[in-house]
């Protein structure tokens, strides 16, 4: 299995331009979120799915969008990029462990910056 | 605002001793887990403590958790050179347990 991967791994883009970033899975997850990372910030949830056709906000949800139509693709879409989403961005989706909880996996991460 | 919050920020020590690090939590919690990760990479999952028990092992790591304090701690014995890394811990509120909440890390060095 190739896990969860995402494209591109860095980005720059001028402020106004719109982008998406892609994320895959292959692992037949219901579960899949989106995250970014600021210095000293941890990591922060922007949206996140349920399954094919379901999503909802997370806790930084402005300025970005996201669809699932599939169970394998998450892509996040930047709708008009702003300096402030200068970020590295994670993918993750996960898996129920026996017992209860869920293991969150996540891919490499795509560094975007905005100028 | 964040769930979790870890202490310290970072931490130095030499190879072969332990390291200590601890996340405090506001919430009631389904489970609290420790991530790792190294430089530049995505994060690992290291290890899940339920909110009924209070204290787990993985190989040279050890969590513990307090509910009544809202607090847990990781514990990595042995250190070893390959255990540089940013460790996080992330709650799993009790509603929507498939949401984590991270905290902001703890920056781990060990030196040779």
């Known amino acids: 299995n190739a896990g969860v991967t995402q494209t591109p791994k860095f980005q720059v883009l001028k402020t106004g331009q719109s982008m998406t970033l892609q994320c895959a899975q292959d692992?037949?997850?219901?579960?899949m979120s989106w995250y970014r990372q600021d210095p000293g910030m941890g990591l922060r949830l922007i949206h996140y799915?349920?399954?094919?056709?379901?999503?909802d906000q997370g806790e930084v949800p402005n300025g970005y969008n996201v669809s699932r139509s599939t169970t394998e693709d998450f892509p996040l879409r930047l709708l008009s990029a702003a300096p402030s989403q200068t970020s590295v961005y994670f993918c993750?989706?996960?898996?129920?462990?026996?017992?209860?909880?869920?293991?969150?996996?996540f891919g490499p991460g795509t560094r975007l910056t905005v100028t | 605002s964040q769930q979790g919050e870890e202490d310290p920020q970072a931490l130095s020590i030499q190879e072969g001793e332990n390291a200590t690090m601890n996340c405090s939590y506001k919430?009631?919690?389904?489970?609290l887990q420790w991530y790792r990760q190294n430089s530049g990479r995505g994060l690992v999952h290291l290890i899940l403590?339920?909110?009924?028990?209070r204290e787990k092992h993985s190989g040279r790591l050890r969590v513990t958790l307090d509910t009544s304090k809202k607090s847990s701690s990781l514990l990595i014995t042995a250190s070893r050179a390959a255990d540089t890394a940013s460790y996080f811990c992330a709650t799993a509120l009790i509603q929507g347990a498939q949401k984590l909440v991270f905290g902001q890390g703890t920056r781990l060095t060990i030196n040779p």
């Open positions: 919430t009631s919690i389904n489970n």
């Open positions: 692992m037949n997850h219901e579960y």
């Open positions: 993750a989706s996960s898996r129920g462990l026996a017992g209860g909880g869920y293991e969150q996996y």
């Open positions: 799915s349920v399954g094919a056709g379901i999503t």
């Open positions: 403590i339920r909110s009924n028990e």
